[in-house]
């Protein structure tokens, strides 16, 4: 990792340096073949929570910034992301993780231009672990062990171990997106 000095907060700086140490990680832990879905949603969502004081990672909060003015409110980082995807949801466009989850890397990358598939793969990860629905915590950690030992990496494994229908995975997760993203407009940091 490389970056300039004085360019980056240090808040910035510490999410990609966790983000790019989740990848070796990943790669120790996992295998070199993640789909990026998978690779790039873990990176992040640990990059995207909360330092406590003493630099420890939170898990399962949303980082960044929240600045109000007298007309309007900006948000950074995880925080963004996340009313970024929900906005989208909002708008109709819908989650479709079954095309997201199928993404090769070069697929992933291009299609990042407004960096959902990021966002969107963050959340996911997020969704899963986050013990929204009842069980899929546990899914999904007991998909990634299979993974450490040679399992499939194919989200379509996962699908079938979380026993929901594609429709059902992306109903799922936008209710996820949209709840967490109206807690955190009314003030919730969901720590």
Do not use: M
């Not at 980056?8 to 990609?16: F, G, L, N, Y």
């Not at 120790?28 to 909360?50: I, M």
């Not at 600045?67 to 949801?89: E, F, H, N």
């Amino acid at each position: 990792v490389a970056l300039a000095v004085g360019a980056h907060s240090a808040e910035e700086t510490a999410a990609t340096l966790v983000h790019e140490l989740t990848h070796l990680l990943n790669r120790r832990a996992l295998g070199p073949a993640l789909p990026p879905w998978l690779d790039e949603g873990l990176a992040e969502d640990l990059a995207r929570s909360k330092f406590d004081s003493e630099g420890r990672l939170l898990l399962g909060t949303f980082d960044g910034t929240v600045a109000a003015s007298a007309d309007r409110v900006i948000y950074s980082a995880g925080r963004a992301a996340l009313l970024k995807v929900s906005q989208t949801l909002a708008a109709g466009r819908e989650p479709d993780l079954a095309r997201l989850t199928s993404l090769d890397w070069q697929s992933f990358v291009d299609s990042d231009t407004d960096a959902l598939t990021y966002d969107r793969s963050f959340l996911c990860v997020r969704h899963l672990l986050d013990g929204y629905d009842a069980g899929s915590s546990e899914s999904f950690r007991a998909f990634l062990a299979e993974i450490a030992v040679g399992g499939s990496a194919e989200a379509e494994a996962l699908r079938q171990r979380l026993g929901w229908s594609w429709a059902d995975w992306d109903g799922r997760w936008a209710a996820f997106a949209a709840e967490r993203a109206e807690g955190l407009a009314a003030g919730s940091d969901w720590d």
